[in-house]
């Protein structure tokens, strides 16, 4: 995180400016919102800061002096949206609050800082993404693994457990925190945007300590607990009145789920699409949800698919019974729609930063969990009924906040009639007697009226001056001599008189202590609503379940998905499977299914076929499936059966690697690396196009090489996906027989190419590169000549000089008045016969051999 450069107080100061000083020195890294009146103002380097951020003028204070003050301000209704976007640039903002009544105040008001805001401690609605966690990751380093805790002040949820430092990348793809939080010293152990802030080790210690953790441990679930504690102890930090909706972290067993790397999450455009539309991702293709938690728990099962049996088939339990029964379905989705995000609403309650209003809001989506209740009675899967019936009784929660809450509350406690009648006997009283008061108001303004002639005169209130009768000032002849002058205006006069002035002191006294009854009476409910902080945490939960079950079989109805079934033994087995996203959004043309088969007999499928021939879709269509399947829902096929996938491997792209300075190559090498060191034999790995990235021999042997690998090392027999434009990488399922050919079928009309994008035994022994080249328009004479460069190629010759054909030209002779014996073709197929060792050549290696040779010879 960038920190705002710690202002330096002038050599001479004012009051104010002192008091200012003192509260920037208790928040250095801040951007510090100082309370001036009805503005929030900032000084100084902050102000520098936040001026160009926000989009506001940079002014002074005692401008052309030895104490000018560079300011800007915002008002103090509008401030939210403003934080919100400091916090959204990656700084903090600290609150700076009067805490004194300025009319009381002897001397400077006092004021002290109430909260402050961080990009992983947001609360705001404004600066929250409604179906998106906010989380803040805290680390706790260690020798060898490292403590790691994601908290989300927002809603309360909180995870902690432990992880080595090189899959901190992988835990942070899949949470994507707001802020990061670290030892000073110590820094994220990966390239990230993650906001990251410092505190002192001193101040992790203390923080542990405070935890009642020992000093020093080697268990893992210590590790955890630290770094929990270092989260919940910086998130009290930015909201000093507690965090009683923040309950006891639940264990992070990332081994209990599918494995997923920031490379996996981007290429099945799991959250965003490769142009990064979040709008064209698989989350937002299964996103039917009614509620935010909904949402929130749908990214959620996306990033953490699982591994148990028993968990999958309870979820496809649960999906289908929803599916079977679209009536209860929609009965249940209609009692969601009036919910809303109860989890959030409460999490400011429980901090005590919401409104009247927010309150009323949250109590009538609580009235709305009966109904729910009701529309799923008939359900009877095991999952359906244990969320059903889990769900808490919060029906008194919802009931003190209607005892209190007046039926519109407005949004501020401050603008007053938030407090229903009949809540506190004290507080009616005092609005009767302000009743009374406007009345005898109306009544001082007619006497008057009629005393003094004056048909315009009004009574008007100002907040400096209070009550006072007003005449235009063509009728200041006309003033009863008994009237005193309190206000002159440029087209009118102000006065009052001694009755008004006594009715004056009364009203506002009443004002006052209505006003300071009214936030007691707030602040109390606010207190009471946060002891049921367990109960609405499993409400939360259970309602998002629902919801998430309900859309997931939505989805399946209106998409054709069938149930996944579980395999016994490793294996993948799709029928007519789909790609969701490319079935959705490219319409133009109907979408192609294709069938998937692999097994210990079949475990690497070695793809080719033509550019724009389908192998990449097909390849993340197979992996979305999986995935799809694990999270528990249903899938786009005719039918699909699988054992559970331990982890997805992709290499596919290096874009995000090219903006870091990064080779695609060395990418390419990396990645694959990974793959090599961390697959396993219930894996999924998809490689496209390994060994793109350097020369065609050198590409193809790692190829070749990384093929013969994951084939043959122990313990790496995973399922291998692998999409090439080398053909002669085909011919390794002559040697390794748990490896498989397939192709993506064309068909050539009147010199075109026709993709037919149907993956189907066998190998291509084209790529159909110059006909895609004509497709997008490249010029006539260049793919003419690229025509003759390939047939060149083809031939592998060189002229009588030693100059490669590749540079003939069409109806150019090899050589001046010379001959060759062979072609280049004959010779490399007489290199290749005296290579060839015939005492160790199988049979049906010699028939391969020997049909390779004639096709070179065919040309």
């Known amino acids: 995180m960038l920190a705002p450069a710690v202002s330096s107080?002038?050599?001479?100061?004012?009051?104010?400016?002192?008091?200012?000083?003192?509260?920037?020195?208790?928040?250095?890294?801040?951007?510090?919102?100082?309370?001036?009146?009805?503005?929030?103002?900032?000084?100084?380097?902050?102000?520098?800061?936040?001026?160009?951020?926000?989009?506001?003028?940079?002014?002074?204070?005692?401008?052309?002096?030895?104490?000018?003050?560079?300011?800007?301000?915002?008002?103090w209704q509008s401030a939210d949206a403003h934080i919100a976007r400091l916090v959204a640039a990656g700084r903090k903002v600290a609150i700076c609050d009067q805490v004194e009544d300025p009319r009381v105040a002897k001397g400077l008001v006092r004021r002290d800082i109430t909260r402050v805001v961080t990009p992983g401690t947001v609360l705001d609605p404004n600066a929250l993404l409604p179906g998106a966690?906010?989380?803040?990751?805290?680390?706790?380093?260690?020798?060898?693994?490292?403590?790691?805790?994601?908290?989300?002040?927002?809603?309360?949820?909180?995870?902690?457990?432990?992880?080595?430092?090189?899959?901190?990348?992988?835990?942070?793809?899949?949470?994507?925190?707001?802020?990061?939080?670290?030892?000073?010293?110590?820094?994220?152990?990966?390239?990230?945007?993650?906001?990251?802030?410092h505190r002192p080790v001193a101040w992790f210690e203390g923080a542990r300590d405070g935890a009642g953790l020992p000093v020093t441990s080697d268990d893992p679930a210590a590790l955890a607990a630290s770094a929990a504690a270092a989260a919940r102890a910086y998130a009290e930090e930015m909201r000093p009145r507690g965090l009683p909706h923040v309950l006891l972290p639940e264990p992070l067993k990332f081994d209990e789920r599918m494995r997923l790397d920031a490379s996996a999450i981007a290429t099945l455009e799991l959250f965003e699409s490769s142009e990064g539309d979040s709008r064209a991702s698989l989350c937002s293709l299964l996103d039917r949800t009614r509620t935010p938690m909904g949402a929130r728990a749908l990214k959620d099962a996306i990033s953490r698919p699982s591994l148990d049996p028993v968990e999958l088939e309870d979820r496809w339990d649960a999906v289908g019974e929803l599916f079977a029964n679209p009536d209860v379905r929609g009965s249940i989705q209609a009692a969601l729609d009036g919910i809303g995000d109860l989890e959030r609403s409460f999490g400011r309650i429980a901090v005590a930063t919401a409104g009247p209003r927010d309150v009323a809001a949250w109590a009538a989506g609580l009235r709305r969990i009966p109904a729910l209740c009701a529309a799923a009675e008939p359900l009877v899967s095991s999952r359906l009924r244990r969320v059903i019936d889990g769900l808490p009784d919060v029906s008194d929660l919802a009931a003190r906040a209607e005892q209190t809450i007046a039926p519109d509350p407005p949004v501020l406690v401050s603008a007053g009639g938030a407090i229903r009648s009949g809540a506190d006997a004290e507080l009616d009283s005092l609005r009767e007697l302000r009743r009374g008061a406007q009345g005898t108001l109306l009544e001082i303004e007619a006497e008057e009226r009629r005393r003094s002639g004056i048909a315009t005169l009004k009574i008007r209130y100002n907040r400096v001056f209070g009550y006072s009768l007003e005449v235009g000032a063509a009728h200041r002849d006309r003033v009863p001599a008994d009237w005193i002058r309190r206000q002159s205006l440029a087209n009118a006069e102000r006065f009052v008189t001694p009755a008004l002035k006594e009715l004056e002191e009364k009203i506002l006294g009443a004002e006052e202590r209505i006003g300071g009854i009214e936030a007691r009476l707030f602040a109390d409910l606010l207190t009471d609503l946060a002891s049921g902080a367990g109960r609405m945490a499993r409400a939360a939960t259970a309602i998002a379940a629902i919801d998430l079950l309900a859309a997931l079989a939505e989805v399946a109805e209106t998409g054709r998905w069938v149930r996944p079934r579980l395999s016994r033994t490793p294996r993948i087995s799709i029928s007519s499977g789909r790609h969701p996203l490319v079935e959705r959004h490219r319409r133009e043309e109907p979408f192609v299914p294709n069938d998937c088969e692999l097994s210990p007999e079949r475990r690497i499928v070695v793809l080719t076929g033509p550019n724009m021939g389908g192998k990449s879709t097909y390849l993340r269509q197979v992996a979305t499936i999986v995935l799809l399947a694990q999270m528990g829902s249903f899938v786009p096929a005719e039918k699909a059966e699988l054992s559970p996938i331990d982890r997805i491997f992709t290499r596919v792209g290096a874009a995000d690697h090219l903006l870091r300075g990064e080779s695609t190559f060395m990418v390419e090498m990396l990645e694959a690396a990974a793959i090599v060191r961390d697959a396993t034999a219930a894996s999924l790995i998809l490689l496209d196009e390994v060994g793109r990235g350097t020369s065609t021999f050198d590409g193809l042997s790692i190829a070749w090489a990384l093929v013969e690998h994951l084939h043959d090392a122990p313990g790496k027999s995973g399922f291998v996906l692998f999409a090439t434009h080398y053909h002669e990488l085909t011919e390794i399922a002559l040697v390794k027989p748990a490896v498989a050919n397939a192709t993506m079928a064309v068909k050539e009309i009147g010199g075109r190419v026709v993709f037919l994008k149907k993956v189907v035994p066998g190998a291509a022994d084209r790529s159909y590169g110059i006909q895609v080249a004509e497709l997008a328009g490249l010029p006539l004479d260049v793919t003419e000549r690229a025509r003759e460069v390939l047939s060149n190629l083809e031939k592998q010759e060189l002229d009588v000089q030693g100059a490669p054909v590749l540079a003939r030209r069409a109806g150019e002779s090899a050589g001046a008045g010379q001959l060759l014996l062979f072609s280049g073709a004959e010779e490399l197929v007489l290199d290749k016969l005296r290579e060839a060792d015939l005492d160790r050549l199988t049979p049906i290696a010699a028939l391969a051999l020997l049909a390779t040779l004639q096709d070179r010879l065919k040309g």
Not at 164 to 193: K, Q, W, Y
């Open 133 to 197: 966690a906010c989380f803040l990751a805290a680390l706790s380093p260690a020798p060898a693994d490292w403590g790691l805790a994601f908290l989300d002040l927002s809603t309360g949820r909180f995870h902690a457990g432990r992880l080595a430092p090189g899959r901190l990348r992988e835990a942070f793809a899949l949470f994507r925190p707001r802020e990061a939080l670290l030892p000073d010293g110590f820094e994220l152990p990966f390239a990230s945007d993650v906001a990251v802030s």
């Open 9 to 75: 107080p002038p050599s001479r100061v004012t009051p104010m400016l002192r008091q200012y000083f003192e509260m920037k020195s208790r928040v250095p890294d801040a951007i510090l919102f100082y309370r001036m009146g009805d503005f929030y103002e900032m000084f100084f380097d902050d102000a520098r800061e936040a001026a160009p951020l926000l989009g506001i003028a940079l002014t002074a204070r005692n401008r052309d002096s030895d104490i000018e003050a560079p300011m800007c301000g915002v008002p």
